[in-house]
C-alpha cells in the first residue's frame, strides 16, 4: 500500500474532476484534463490513466455516434413522412373529405376549472371520452389544442353535446355539459369546444366554436 | 456534467407565441402546440407535416417556422434546424424572427463545438433580443468567450447579468472554472462562491453548489491552502452526488495534515457506501491504512481482510451486470429504463438530473457523459422508430380490410337492390310526371299557368334523380379511387419495410457502441478492483507477517496492538464477519 500514489490519483481525480465539469444548461462537451496523471510505481493502470483510458472511450464511441448521425437524421425524416403519409391515406379512406368531422378541445383556464376529462356525444350517442393527463392538461393551458374526435357525419343537422368533468372553483367536482346544433354541408367540418374562465361569473365558460 | 433547468426548452417555449390567454388562430398549430408542450418532439413534426399537407398553418407569421427549428434540435435533426433558421434570416423576415434564428443558429453551433463561427453567427444580432431570451443570449455569449479564451470579455459579461437569471449561477461556475484552470485564483474563487450562493434547496443549485465548493477546495488545495480547503469541502452536502468526493477529499486532507483520527470519520462514512462508487472503493483500502499509521495493527489487518473480500463481492457483482448485458433485450430495457430514471428527453438540452440509487451504480460516472447521452438518445429514438414502423406494420391488415369493404360495398346484392329499387321508383315518377304534363297540356292558359310551376319543379327533382341514379349505376370514380389507395397502400408499407430495415441496421451498429462504452466502463471498474484487491491482500500479509516476526522476537518494542477505545467504531459487522470467514486471513 503506497500512500503517496494513492493521494497523488486523488489529486490526479481531482484535477480531472475539476475539468470535466462546466456547469452549463447545454449539453456541453469539455475534453477531460489528464495532466496530473500518474504512474503508480508497479506498473498497474493508476486512476489517472483509467479516467485517460475512460476519456477516449467515450471520445471514440462519440466520433462512431457521429460518424451515423447523417443515417439517423435521414432516418427520423423519412420516417416523419412515413408517418404523415399513413397516417392521411387512414383519414381518406376513414373519413372522407365530404362526410369529415373533426372536434377539437382547447382551455383557457386554471383558475376557477381544473378538467379532468370529457365526453362528447354525437345525436346522442357517445362518440368519445377522454381523460386528461397532467402533461396533457399543461399542453392544453399552454395554447396546445387537442384533436379529440373524428368522425363521418351525413349532410344535414345534427346535435353535438359534450360533458366535461373536473375541479370547480371550490375545490369541489364540477360536472358540466354544453350543446350546439353543427349543420353538415358537403367538405370537412370543424368544431373548437372551449372552455375558459369567466372572471366575471366567477366560474368556468363552455363554448362551442365552428370553424 | 451538472444538471440543468430545462432551459434549453424555454426558449422554444417563448418561440410558440401562444401563451395563457392568447388564442391559437390556426387548429392545426393548436394540434401542434398540443405534442409540442408535452416534449412529444417526433409526433410534433409529424403533425407539421400533416398540417402542410392539409393547408399549412395560416395566421401565425415565421413562428411555427422558428418553432420547428427549435423542435428539430430538440429531436437531434440539427440539419433541418439548421436549414429552418438558414432560410428565415435568408427571407426577409422582421429583425426580431431573424435575431431569434441568428441565436438560435449560434447556439448549435456551440453545442457542436463550432465556436468560432458560432461567435461570428452571435455577432450577426442587430438591435435588442427579445426581452424573454436576452439573459440566454448574454449567457451564450459569456460561454463561447470563455471557450475562446476571452475570458475578461466573459468576466464583463458577468458583471452586466441580472443576478436573478436562471443562467447566473451556471454562468459563474463556468467562469470560475475556467478562470481556475488560468490559476487566475482570486476571480476564480469569486466566481465559484457567487455559484455557491445559489443553493435553494432545489436539487439543481445544490448539486452546482456542491461542485463549486469542491472547485474552490482544489483551488485552495492546488496553493497548499488545506484550511481553506478542508473548509469547502465541509460545505459539500453528505447526501447529494459529489458528497462521495468530498468526503474523500476530507479523508485525505486529514491524512495529509497528520490527523488520522479525525480522518476516520468521513471515511468511515464513505466506506458504508456502494462499492461501485470508485471513492468507496478507494476508502475501504485507505481505513485500515490509516489504522496502520495509528499503530492498531489488529484492527489495520482485520479492515484489509475486509477490503479484500469486499473488493472480491464486487467483481462478482461487475461479472454479473456484464452476464446480464449479453441478454438479447437487455439493452433495449436498460436504455428504456434509463431514459426514464434521466427524465430527459431532450436532444438539445441538459446532462440528466442523476439518482443514484436507480440504476447499475457502475455506470454512475459514465451516465453523466456527454457522448453516453448521445449514445443513449441515439439509440432511444431508434427505439422508438423500430415501435412506431411496428406499429404501422401491424396496421396493414386494418388497411386491407377497409379496401375490401370498400370494394366489396360497390358490388353489393344490398346496394345493387336499392340501386334497382330506386330505378324502377324513378321511371314511376317519369310515368307520372309524362300524365301530368298531358293532363296540363289540356287546361285552359291561365290554369296551365297556375300548375306550371309545380310542374317544372318536379321535373327538376326527376331529372336530379335519374342523374345520381345513373353515377351509382355506374361508379367508375369510386372504383378507380379503390384501386389508388390500395395502390398507396401498397407503396407506403413497402417504403415502411425498407426504413424497419434500416432502422434494424443503425440499432445494431448504435447498440455495440453503447456496448463498448459499458465494457470499456465494467473494463475500469474491475481493473480498479483488481489492483485494490491484489493492494489489500498483500497489505494484509505484510502485517500478518510482521505480527508473525513480533511474536517471534525476544523483547516487547511496547506497541500497542489492540484498538484504541476512543476510536469511532469503523470496521462495520460486515467486515467483522468476513474476517473470522477469511481463509486467507491465516
Known amino acids: 500500500m503506497k500512500l503517496d500514489s494513492i493521494r ?38 493508476t486512476d489517472g490513466e483509467r479516467t485517460l483510458e475512460a476519456t477516449q472511450g467515450r471520445v471514440k464511441a462519440q466520433e462512431s455516434v457521429n460518424v451515423l448521425s447523417k443515417d439517423i437524421q435521414e432516418l427520423k425524416l423519412s420516417v416523419i413522412a412515413l408517418n404523415k403519409n399513413l ?70 343537422e345534427h346535435t353535438l353535446s359534450a360533458f366535461f368533468t373536473g375541479m370547480g372553483p371550490s375545490g369541489r367536482e364540477y360536472k358540466r355539459g354544453t350543446t350546439l346544433n353543427i349543420n353538415k354541408e358537403s367538405g370537412p367540418k370543424y368544431v373548437e369546444l372551449n372552455i375558459s374562465d369567466s372572471s366575471m361569473k366567477l366560474q368556468p365558460e363552455y363554448s362551442v366554436k365552428q370553424w | 456534467m451538472v444538471a440543468a433547468p430545462l432551459l434549453a426548452a424555454v426558449f422554444l417555449l417563448e418561440c410558440s407565441q401562444v401563451a395563457i390567454g392568447h388564442e391559437v388562430k390556426d387548429l392545426k398549430y393548436g394540434a401542434i402546440l398540443f405534442e409540442f408542450y408535452q416534449q412529444k418532439y417526433f409526433e410534433t413534426l409529424v403533425e407539421y407535416e400533416y398540417a402542410y ?25 440539427d440539419e433541418q434546424a439548421q436549414d429552418i433558421f438558414d432560410s428565415l434570416i435568408v427571407a426577409n423576415t422582421a429583425e426580431e424572427v431573424q435575431n431569434r434564428a441568428w441565436f438560435f443558429l449560434a447556439k448549435m453551433l456551440y453545442l457542436r463545438g463550432d465556436n468560432e463561427h458560432a461567435a461570428a453567427t452571435l455577432s450577426n444580432v442587430r438591435g435588442t433580443m427579445p426581452r424573454e431570451i436576452d439573459q440566454e443570449y448574454l449567457y451564450l455569449a459569456a460561454l463561447i468567450n470563455i471557450k475562446l479564451g476571452y475570458f475578461d470579455e466573459a468576466w464583463k459579461i458577468s458583471g452586466s447579468f441580472s443576478k436573478k437569471s436562471p443562467y447566473a449561477p451556471f454562468l459563474f461556475f463556468n467562469l470560475g472554472v475556467a478562470l481556475g484552470k488560468q490559476k487566475d485564483y482570486t476571480r476564480a474563487v469569486s466566481n465559484l462562491e457567487k455559484a ?82 470508485p471513492e468507496v472503493q478507494e476508502a475501504v483500502l485507505l481505513v485500515p491504512h490509516v489504522y496502520e499509521k495509528l499503530g492498531l495493527t489488529g484492527r489495520a489487518a482485520e479492515g484489509f481482510i475486509s477490503a479484500y473480500n469486499r473488493y472480491g463481492s464486487a467483481l462478482e457483482q461487475l461479472g454479473s451486470a456484464k452476464e446480464a448485458l449479453k441478454d438479447a433485450d437487455m439493452l433495449e430495457l436498460f436504455v428504456h429504463n434509463l431514459d426514464e430514471m434521466l427524465g ?10 442523476v439518482s443514484i440509487n436507480s440504476l447499475s451504480p457502475f455506470l454512475l460516472e459514465l451516465m453523466s457523459d456527454h457522448s453516453f447521452q448521445s449514445v443513449l438518445k441515439d439509440l432511444r429514438d431508434l427505439y422508438a422508430i423500430r415501435n412506431n414502423l411496428n406499429n404501422w406494420k401491424r396496421k396493414q391488415d386494418d388497411f386491407d380490410v377497409i379496401l375490401t369493404a370498400r370494394s366489396k360495398s360497390l358490388g353489393s346484392r344490398d346496394r345493387t337492390q336499392q340501386i334497382n329499387t330506386g330505378s324502377e321508383q324513378l321511371a314511376d315518377f317519369q310515368s307520372d310526371y309524362s300524365t301530368l304534363t298531358q293532363l296540363t ?64 441496421q443503425l440499432i445494431d451498429k448504435v447498440e455495440s457502441v453503447m456496448l463498448e462504452l459499458v465494457n470499456t466502463e465494467l473494463g475500469i471498474h474491475e481493473e480498479r478492483l483488481k489492483y485494490y484487491r491484489v493492494q489489500s491482500h498483500l497489505a494484509k500479509v505484510r502485517i500478518l507477517d510482521k505480527s508473525l516476526a513480533d511474536l517471534e522476537a525476544p523483547a516487547d518494542d511496547g506497541q500497542d496492538d489492540e484498538p484504541d477505545a476512543r476510536l469511532p467504531d469503523a470496521p462495520s459487522d460486515e467486515q467483522q464477519h468476513a474476517t473470522q470467514g477469511d481463509g486467507d486471513a491465516a
Open chain 2, 441 to 504: 297540356a289540356a287546361l285552359n292558359p291561365e290554369d296551365r299557368e297556375r300548375v306550371q310551376w309545380l310542374l317544372n319543379d318536379i321535373q327538376f327533382e326527376i331529372n336530379s334523380a335519374g342523374l345520381m341514379t345513373e353515377q351509382l349505376e355506374t361508379p367508375p370514380g369510386l372504383s378507380l379511387n379503390t384501386e389508388h389507395y390500395a395502390s398507396l397502400v401498397d407503396s407506403n408499407m413497402d417504403v415502411l419495410e425498407k426504413e424497419l430495415e434500416k432502422t434494424n
Open chain 2, 344 to 353: 430527459e428527453s431532450d436532444w438539445f438540452g441538459t446532462a440528466p438530473s
Open chain 1, 8 to 45: 497523488r490519483n486523488v489529486l490526479a481525480v481531482l484535477a480531472v474532476a475539476l475539468s470535466t465539469m462546466p456547469a452549463s444548461p447545454y449539453a456541453d462537451v469539455d475534453e477531460a484534463d489528464v495532466s496530473g496523471a500518474v504512474v503508480s510505481d508497479d506498473g498497474t493502470a
Open chain 2, 53 to 77: 399537407e392539409r393547408g399549412g398553418i395560416q395566421n401565425h407569421g415565421d413562428y411555427p417556422e422558428l418553432l420547428k427549428g427549435g423542435v428539430s434540435l430538440s429531436y437531434g435533426l
Open chain 1, 87 to 156: 397516417r392521411v391515406l387512414e383519414e381518406d379512406l376513414l373519413f372522407p373529405a365530404n362526410t369529415q368531422v373533426n372536434v377539437f378541445l382547447s382551455l383557457d383556464v386554471g383558475k376557477f376549472f381544473t378538467l379532468e376529462s370529457v365526453k362528447l356525444k354525437l345525436d346522442g350517442k357517445v362518440v368519445a371520452s377522454h381523460i386528461y393527463s397532467g402533461k396533457e392538461l399543461v399542453a392544453l393551458s399552454k395554447g396546445g389544442i387537442h384533436k379529440l374526435h373524428m368522425a363521418n357525419l351525413s349532410v344535414g
Open chain 2, 196 to 277: 455557491a450562493s445559489y443553493a435553494d434547496g432545489t436539487s439543481e443549485l445544490d448539486r452546482l453548489a456542491d461542485r463549486s465548493h469542491m472547485a474552490i477546495a482544489y483551488l485552495y488545495a492546488d496553493r497548499q491552502d488545506n484550511d481553506n480547503a478542508y473548509d469547502h469541502i465541509n460545505q459539500v452536502s453528505t447526501a447529494g452526488v459529489f458528497s462521495n468526493r468530498a468526503l474523500l477529499g476530507s479523508g485525505w486532507s486529514s491524512v495529509n495534515s497528520g490527523s488520522y483520527r479525525v480522518a476516520l470519520a468521513p471515511l468511515g462514512v464513505l466506506q458504508q457506501r456502494s462499492m461501485a462508487v
